[in-house]
């Protein structure tokens, strides 16, 4: 029987647990023998490597984060770690992998691929949503639902106090997270790099608003702009409302997976293993204007990152 590894990657995401269960169990079904590497490439490199049994994959659906763990090896970058790697891999008959994580993670498999010719297929997964070539990685409804609840909450206190604030949302150097967030709680307020921002529009236009009655504000900030400790001193000095500022941090990516995400990590956890079934050597999973596909890697490591541009256009107003 021939060996499939199952391993997540980099930054923890939900559905990485439900992506993990649905290849084991199919891979299996087509007669593969399948394997967790646990500790993401790290593991890879230090053997922590072992055949899936049932019992490994069940009860896992609901758990937020990896139960394989994951880690972000700098080790991976050397040939010499990679060739232990490889090694292992050989030990245990692992013949194709399935990475699940960011495209940080599909560019070092892919060199792994160029050194010894292990075929791998990859399924985004990052809260980013940040990976060129598919409309989402797992891990966004998951965290986007974390967000709306958190901003749900600090609403109630802002119009109680009658108070500003400004939540900062990841998202490393991609808006995403801060735009579906803006748009779907009512913000008066976005700023993310994606867009040029004018902080004179944005007051005239407040001001006004808070003249007419307005006693509370919500601006939502991605951390890519570094703006969040201005913007809120600003929303005090110059709109002269009392202003706070709610870093959500790490809590936006744990949680149980939503419906979304569990569904999306079956369908592109199947979507992998027939990949390498097909004989495919290198290819990412992506969906893509509400269909499943695959991409050769180079296609998603060439191509700049982009956000949906009518979500873009929406939030044009939130920053000026
Ligand atoms: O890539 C996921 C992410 O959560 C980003 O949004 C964030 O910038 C980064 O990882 C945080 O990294 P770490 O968990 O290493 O602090």
Same mark, same amino acid.
């Given at each position: $029987?021939?060996?499939?590894?199952? $391993? !997540?990657?980099?930054? =923890?995401?939900?559905?990485?647990?439900?992506?993990?269960?649905?290849?084991? #169990?199919?891979?299996?079904?087509? @007669?593969?023998?399948?394997?967790?590497?646990?500790?993401?490439?790290?593991?890879?490199? #230090?053997? #922590?490597?072992?055949?899936?049994?049932?019992?490994?994959?069940? @009860?896992?659906?609901?758990?937020?984060?990896?139960?394989?763990?994951?880690?972000?090896?700098?080790?991976?970058? =050397?040939?010499?770690?990679?060739?232990?790697?490889?090694?292992?891999?050989?030990?245990?008959?692992?013949?194709?992998?399935?990475?699940?994580?960011?495209?940080?993670?599909?560019?070092?498999?892919? *060199?792994?691929?160029? #050194?010894?010719?292990?075929?791998?297929?990859?399924?985004?997964?990052?809260?980013?949503?940040?990976?060129?070539?598919?409309?989402?990685? &797992?891990?966004?409804?998951?965290?986007?639902? %974390?967000?709306?609840?958190?901003?749900?909450?600090?609403?109630? !206190?802002?119009?109680?106090?009658?108070?500003?604030? +400004?939540?900062?949302?990841?998202?490393?150097?991609? @808006?995403?997270?801060? $735009?579906?967030?803006?748009? !779907?709680?009512?913000?008066?307020? /976005? &700023?993310?790099?994606?867009?040029?921002?004018?902080?004179?529009?944005?007051?005239?236009?407040?001001?006004?608003?808070?003249?007419?009655?307005?006693?509370?504000?919500?601006?939502?900030?991605?951390?890519? /702009?570094?703006?969040?400790?201005?913007?809120?001193?600003?929303?005090?000095?110059? &709109?002269?409302?009392?202003?706070?500022?709610?870093?959500?941090?790490?809590? *936006?990516?744990?949680?149980?997976? !939503?419906?979304?995400?569990?569904?999306?990590?079956?369908?592109?956890?199947?979507?992998?293993?027939?990949?390498?079934?097909?004989?495919?050597?290198?290819?990412? %999973?992506?969906?893509?204007?509400?269909?499943?596909?695959?991409?050769?890697?180079?296609?998603?490591?060439?191509?700049?990152?982009? +956000?949906?541009?009518?979500? +873009?256009?929406?939030?044009?107003? &939130?920053?000026?």
């Amino acid at each position: $029987m021939e060996g499939i590894a199952i $391993m !997540t990657s980099g930054g =923890d995401a939900a559905g990485m647990n439900p992506a993990v269960k649905c290849a084991v #169990d199919y891979s299996r079904s087509l @007669g593969y023998k399948p394997f967790l590497i646990f500790n993401g490439l790290r593991g890879l490199i #230090d053997d #922590d490597i072992e055949e899936a049994k049932r019992s490994s994959v069940s @009860g896992i659906m609901h758990r937020g984060g990896t139960v394989l763990r994951s880690s972000r090896s700098k080790r991976f970058f =050397d040939y010499e770690s990679r060739l232990v790697a490889y090694e292992n891999l050989k030990k245990h008959g692992i013949k194709k992998l399935i990475v699940i994580g960011g495209d940080g993670s599909f560019r070092a498999l892919n *060199q792994f691929y160029s #050194d010894f010719k292990v075929p791998f297929a990859g399924i985004p997964a990052t809260i980013d949503n940040d990976i060129p070539g598919t409309d989402y990685c &797992l891990g966004v409804d998951t965290a986007l639902n %974390m967000i709306r609840s958190n901003v749900d909450s600090i609403r109630d !206190t802002a119009n109680s106090f009658s108070r500003a604030f +400004v939540v900062e949302t990841m998202g490393r150097h991609c @808006g995403y997270l801060a $735009m579906a967030s803006a748009v !779907t709680s009512g913000a008066e307020i /976005c &700023l993310v790099p994606e867009l040029e921002y004018d902080l004179d529009a944005i007051g005239e236009r407040l001001r006004l608003q808070i003249e007419e009655g307005r006693n509370f504000l919500i601006a939502i900030v991605a951390e890519g /702009c570094n703006m969040s400790d201005y913007l809120t001193r600003w929303i005090h000095d110059t &709109l002269k409302v009392d202003a706070r500022l709610t870093i959500l941090g790490h809590i *936006q990516r744990g949680g149980s997976p !939503t419906v979304r995400d569990r569904l999306m990590a079956f369908k592109f956890a199947v979507a992998a293993v027939e990949s390498l079934h097909r004989g495919e050597t290198s290819n990412i %999973m992506v969906y893509r204007s509400g269909n499943f596909g695959t991409l050769p890697i180079h296609k998603v490591t060439d191509s700049p990152a982009s +956000v949906d541009p009518a979500l +873009v256009e929406l939030c044009k107003p &939130l920053c000026r």
